[in-house]
């Protein structure tokens, strides 16, 4: 049992570590330099985030269907978002919104002391948090929620992540974030939007303007 469950963690063929070593060198290729994010993404076991189908692309830089119409978003994202949540500093406590198949959340788990994910989508957070199980990652939690709410109980944070883009920087989440706290999230309405950077200052927000991205929306409305 214990032989099987390394193998499936370790991958074979086009889910080898050689096949991860080459996603590794190609973002740090692309400027990513963060070296605990990249070790996060080279100990992780992508392909067990996906469909069995579609395993043997797993460790393409490329966002791919995880079910529900979402998708699990792209390494070259993934390690982005985490190395501007992570620019200055260590962080004990992130909110994420979004959790999807929980990729960026395994990663980040391994970042930070704690994660609280939101996902609206009752059976992706299901395969998620079985996920975490499975790879012994303890310190996320999930909830069943509208990501435009936060999570008001837990705050502060000193990070959050949203993993969807928002029509607009909902109120909520600057309202969460802990002074000196860091907020990274996709802004627009087409199909392709900008990453933004938000800082809780002393006083307001310091807020930056970054790459164009393409993210699945955040949506409103009810829980499916
Ligand atoms: N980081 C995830 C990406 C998932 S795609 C991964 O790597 O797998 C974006 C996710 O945001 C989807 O799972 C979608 O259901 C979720 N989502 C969209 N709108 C939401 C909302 N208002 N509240 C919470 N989650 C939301």
Redesign the pocket.
Known sequence: MRREQDELHRGIGMTSQRTRERLIQRLYEEGLSNAQVLEAIRRTPRHL?VDEALAHRAYEDTALP?G?N????QPYM?ARMSELLLAAGPLDKVLE????????TAILAQLVERIFS????QG?QDRAKERMTELNLRNVVFRW????EGWPALAPYNGIIV??AASEVPQALLDQLAPGGRLVIPVGAGDVQQLLLIIREEQGFARHVLDAVR??????GPLA
């Open positions: 985030f995880i529900h979402q998708t699990i978003s993934v919104i979004g959790t999807g198949s929980g990729y960026q939101v996902e609206r989508i992706l929620g509208d990501g435009w993993t969807a993210f699945v929306p955040l949506l409103n």
